[in-house]
């Protein structure tokens, strides 16, 4: 069923926009576990996602929140194409973790966005990163590809029925460019899933990486985006983190 889904998703992408994929994944890496810490800008770049995956072969396993698994049609297909649950609000989170782990070992490809949420930084940047697949990737000792994506917020709206509805006719006839970047391995050198804190700068490290992949993408739009979305709030409240040439993160 995923399978079908992933083609699905790369025949429906191109009718609301003009997908451009950029692959620097190293060929050694290709067919084994990777983690893909993609960011997150709107409720289309998930599909966008998708469609790259099967343009470049991936099927990857996506840590998806635990309201979409409630829902009636999307709860059960994800369910069935084996997508990971994860309940932020409860103890079960940690259940999240033990089964992206196992998955990596089995020889997957787990899909998953460090900030948990659509950012609501007013430039679109990401976000602060939470830690879950920065302990993921040092526990599982798997290369981490940084995704960044562009352009897919202009695709659909944030929220509201009609305005996602308007927002894709509109698509459905400009076709917006929608980029998704898949970068180098994340250097995580020097850092132990055992010793405390150093998720955090794992974290650091991935929300860089994936920031620089996002800069060329961007480069006309640097500051704030050319489509602003009036159905999305804004919020500085996660701030925007960098990495330090230690891995520590520094607020900026």
Known sequence: MWRVL???AGV???????????????DELRGRPLILACNHIGTFDPIALVAACWRRGMAPRILATG?????????VALRRCGHIRVNRSDSSAVDALDSAL????????V??????????HPGMWPERARSG??????????????VSQWGA????????????????????????????????PVDLAGLDATVPRHAVYAAARITSAVTEGLRPLREAEPSLPRYVDPTRPVSVARGFVS???????SRV
């Open 6 to 8: 992933l083609a699905l």
């Open 12 to 26: 429906v992408a191109p009718l609301f926009c003009r997908l451009r994929v950029v692959d620097e994944i190293p």
């Open 67 to 75: 309201g979409l698994f409630r829902t009636p049609v999307v709860g």
């Open 102 to 109: 196992a998955a990596v070992r089995e020889g997957s490809v």
């Open 111 to 120: 899909a998953g966005y460090p900030e948990g949420r659509i950012t609501l």
């Open 133 to 146: 697949l920065a302990r993921l990737a040092l526990a599982g000792g798997v290369p981490v590809i940084p």
């Open 153 to 184: 917020h202009e695709v659909m709206a944030w929220h509201g029925w009609l305005s996602m509805v308007t927002r894709l006719s509109v698509s459905l006839w400009r076709r917006p460019v929608v980029w998704v970047r898949f970068g180098m």
């Open 243 to 249: 990495a330090q040439e230690d891995g520590r993160p």
